[in-house]
């Protein structure tokens, strides 16, 4: 039985069947690389956030919007571009991708006020709005699916990776150089790996015919986007859950030289070390619910459940503490955990929904994500901090992640049932292929 439960997650379809593992491996790569410009881009603004408050006059609510409509952008806007790169080509929809943001970045560097600096923000978020959920969809088409959780976990760690290098390098640049060249640098690389990546990358090879048939009759796989409580419950939790990992990365750089009185370039370092602990940790944590979901795929949501509570714990003691060494330790294994949810709803996602439709399957999971999550988080502890303080916000902050575990307590109650319902509607649909149950 739970042979047949564990396989009854997926669409019966192995899209990896063709393509050469060395090939799959260089797709990652450049996938990972752009996921990397995509978070530079995003995070770089944090490690200079010191430098415009002071140039320009701005409150934390201010500094706060110029992070959050990024992520809202990408909110609004995720699903629908990603619906269209589903059907009209995901790789020349990542390069044009690669292309705005690159270019909107290279404005924040020319802005001249809070209003330009504003409108090229935007323009930023536009241009990554989509790229999460493409690119993740393109990196699970061309590996095997007992690969999921592992490959989800460390294709989003590159967002982690990423802001790691946008905050240590911005905070570098920035300090030296000044606040502009810290935007221009990692504009300059994204366009670097925009011109690279359709030379290598290939929309024929990634995306057998098959596939495609099934995106022209988009219509019928659609509903399983929502049609089980399950993979609601995993786009819910997963948002409720970045809010805190998101929080704690935009702000860290300002909570370091607020109440460690660090200059911008150690603020940024100090931070990213801290990302780079969750990065690792998204990593681990899709190992680990890999191994341990291959015959029970519920095991998955017991550990997510399990990573929001014990980040709860780790966080809110850290920010009990008084600043010092013991207080950044346990910030950096709360962080570690934090966002280890992405692994186990990636794959949920992934296995409950048609493979014509992952890029906006996991457009619905960004969705989620920055509207719940990335997007309001800065935002509001922006504005509760100009109330009460950044600390004593960054003590509130921990507590979503309770909600975030009751959520996918629902999720555990209802997924086996969830699992049977959608095999029953697969082998209805001419258009999806049946799953078989394999055998233990």
Not at 19 to 33: D, E, K, Q, S
Not at 195 to 211: G, N, S, T
Request: overall charge positive; aromatic content about 10%.
């Amino acid at each position: 039985m739970a042979a047949y439960l564990a396989n009854a997650t997926d669409d019966g379809v192995d899209t990896s069947r063709g393509i050469p593992r060395r090939y799959a491996w260089f797709v990652f790569a450049l996938t990972f690389g752009l996921l990397i410009s995509d978070y530079m881009s995003r995070q770089v603004l944090n490690a200079v956030f010191p430098l415009l408050k002071g140039e320009w006059a701005l409150s934390d609510s201010q500094l706060g919007l110029l992070s959050g409509i990024v992520a809202l952008m990408v909110g609004l806007l995720t699903f629908p571009l990603s619906l269209l790169a589903d059907r009209f080509g995901r790789v020349k929809s990542l390069v044009l991708m690669a292309i705005l943001w690159s270019l909107a970045t290279l404005g924040c560097a020319l802005a001249e006020n809070y209003e330009q600096m504003f409108v090229a923000r935007f323009l930023v978020g536009v241009g990554e709005a989509a790229y999460g959920s493409v690119g993740i969809a393109v990196v699970v088409a061309v590996f095997p699916r007992d690969m999921r959780a592992t490959l989800a976990g460390a294709f989003m760690a590159g967002g982690m990776f990423g802001s790691v290098l946008g905050m240590a390098l911005g905070g570098v640049l920035a300090q030296h150089l000044g606040w502009r060249w810290a935007f221009a640098g990692m504009a300059l690389f994204g366009l670097l790996l925009a011109v690279l990546y359709p030379l290598v990358v290939k929309e024929a090879k990634i995306a057998p015919k098959r596939m495609n048939d099934a995106a022209k009759k988009i219509a019928r796989p659609l509903h399983t986007l929502y049609s089980s409580r399950s993979v609601i419950a995993a786009y819910v939790g997963s948002g409720l859950q970045l809010f805190v990992g998101g929080t704690v990365i935009v702000w860290m750089p300002s909570y370091l030289n607020r109440y460690y009185a660090m200059g911008t370039d150690r603020a940024g370092v100090v931070a990213a070390i801290i990302v780079l602990c969750s990065g690792i940790g998204i990593i681990l944590c899709g190992m680990l619910c890999d191994r341990l979901g291959r015959q029970r795929p519920d095991r998955k949501i017991s550990l997510a459940i399990g990573y929001c509570l014990g980040s709860c714990v780790l966080l809110s003691l850290a920010f009990a503490l008084p600043t010092g060494t013991a207080q950044l330790v346990l910030i950096c294994l709360g962080m570690m955990i934090a966002a280890g949810t992405n692994g186990p709803s990636s794959a949920m996602v992934a296995n409950l929904t048609h493979y014509s439709v992952h890029g906006t399957a996991f457009a619905t999971l960004t969705l989620a994500n920055n509207l719940l999550g990335l997007a309001t988080g800065p935002l509001i502890t922006g504005r509760v901090s100009d109330v009460i303080g950044l600390h004593a916000a960054f003590q509130l902050v921990p507590l979503i992640s309770i909600f975030a575990a009751a959520v996918f307590f629902v999720a555990k109650r209802h997924y086996h049932n969830d699992m049977a319902r959608l095999q029953n509607l697969q082998e209805a649909s001419p258009e999806v292929a049946p799953i078989q149950e394999v055998k233990p």
